[in-house]
């Protein structure tokens, strides 16, 4: 039984990271939605590593403290500090959302397209979050509250001011002035 996840043995052909966003992705994005005033809607996944199944070989045996009755018990489902857990996060949902018609990026793995009303949505993943921009606001809010109606979490609204949208994002602060365009 492994009692740590930072314990667990990695074999030398193991991945156990998740792909992140191409920076230029993210900026590309917000370029795009200032230069047509088209929607942007983003979301976080609430307690995301947890959603993802854990494959039968891969299954960890724990050691249950004696305040939740002891004993061991087998995860099914991956955990915080399991290393292979964003990795294993990651190819959840991208299942999950090929399933729902999104087309994965040949040059980004962490960014999709979705043809919706006539329109492309595009969407970026960040382990937890995900950006939708390209379509209405409506389209993209209610594309973002479908994968978030699925996992569980919140969607983050912009801070608005007048014709301004800012977001936080990936650390940093994007700014949209609808009237201007930039």
């Not at 403290?65 to 002891?70: T, Y």
């Amino acid at each position: 039984c492994v009692l740590l996840g930072n314990m667990q043995a990695v074999g030398p052909d193991e991945q156990t990271y998740s792909a992140t966003p191409q920076t230029l992705s993210a900026k590309l994005a917000f370029s795009e939605v200032a230069a047509t005033g088209g929607g942007c809607s983003l979301g976080d996944i609430s307690a995301a590593f947890l959603n993802a199944p854990l494959p039968e070989e891969d299954q960890v045996c724990i050691t249950l403290p004696e305040a939740f009755g002891g004993g061991q018990k087998l995860l099914v489902k991956s955990l915080y500090g399991l290393r292979a857990a964003p990795l294993l996060w990651q190819k959840h949902l991208h299942k999950y959302l090929v399933s729902d018609g999104w087309r994965a990026s040949l040059k980004d793995s962490c960014a999709y397209t979705k043809k919706v009303a006539g329109r492309w949505l595009k969407l970026i993943v960040y382990v937890d979050d995900v950006l939708v921009w390209g379509g209405t606001q409506f389209q993209c809010d209610s594309e973002v509250d479908k994968i978030l109606a699925r996992f569980k979490g919140k969607r983050q609204k912009p801070v608005v001011n007048g014709s301004v949208r800012e977001w936080t994002w990936l650390a940093a602060q994007y700014r949209v002035d609808d009237a201007t365009h930039t």
